[in-house]
């Protein structure tokens, strides 16, 4: 007479328990005891139930270089690699947003200047990864706490078209006294353009007349950032 117990044991998928362990390692270690891959995996379970997803989660992080860089990849090209189906797009968009949201509150409402670590990693985690150019405002108030983020303009690959009167004139209306002026190099390359640095002294030569400073231009990349500030051109 066959074993059942035996058959039931032998038929089950070799990952049920790679899951289960992945997960109780999560657990003790957090993200840092596990490879970007895995952390990868760990999402992926949501969206594919039965399946081994390790080979996929692997194959997305050589894909697009980082699970950072996975999440915030465009959906269209998400979907052109083998196994990717719309459930899991979703998921990686729900784990940016709450990520997005999670950076966002460790800088807003709070000293800028003295969360300025926190503050870089928001700017990388919100614009490294677009194919775009894209150029936003810091608004500070007179304690330097940031009361307003916004995305003023969208570009092309290389260029974001920026208005400084219109600078000027959000930062007036929101009250703030000064700005840190922050946009992204689809390249990955933070190394400032002379356009860059023309139009930046463009806004200061707008706004200092009306009592409104700028502290800083970030130049968002890849995986590194510039500051025209320690670059000596501000």
Not at 140 to 162: C, F, M, S, W, Y
Not at 170 to 184: D, K, P, Y
Request: hydrophobic content about 45%.
């Amino acid at each position: 007479m066959p074993d059942k117990t035996r058959d039931a044991t032998t038929s089950k998928p070799h990952y049920a328990g790679h899951r289960q362990r992945l997960r109780e390692r999560f657990a003790k270690a957090g993200a840092e005891g596990i490879a970007d891959y895995e952390l990868l995996e760990l999402v992926l379970f949501r969206a594919i139930p039965r399946r081994d997803v390790k080979p996929l989660a692997k194959n997305l992080i050589e894909r697009f270089g980082s699970f950072g860089a996975v999440l915030a990849a465009d959906p269209a090209r998400l979907l052109e690699v083998t196994g990717i189906s719309d459930a899991v797009v979703s998921e990686f968009k729900i784990v940016q947003a709450a990520a997005l949201s999670l950076s966002q509150a460790q800088v807003l409402n709070r000293p800028a200047l003295s969360s300025w670590a926190a503050l870089i990693d928001y700017c990388t985690a919100s614009m490294a990864y677009n194919k775009t150019e894209q150029f936003r405002i810091l608004f500070l108030d007179r304690k330097n706490v940031l009361i307003a983020d916004e995305i003023q303009q969208k570009g092309t690959i290389d260029h974001t078209p920026v208005y400084p009167r219109e600078v000027v004139k959000r930062a007036l209306e929101l009250g703030a006294s000064a700005i840190i002026l922050v946009h992204n190099h689809p390249s990955g390359d933070p190394t400032p353009s002379q356009a860059d640095i023309d139009m930046t002294r463009l806004i200061i030569e707008s706004a200092k007349p009306l009592g409104v400073s700028v502290h800083d231009h970030l130049v968002i990349g890849k995986g590194s950032h510039a500051s025209f500030k320690s670059l000596g051109l501000i």
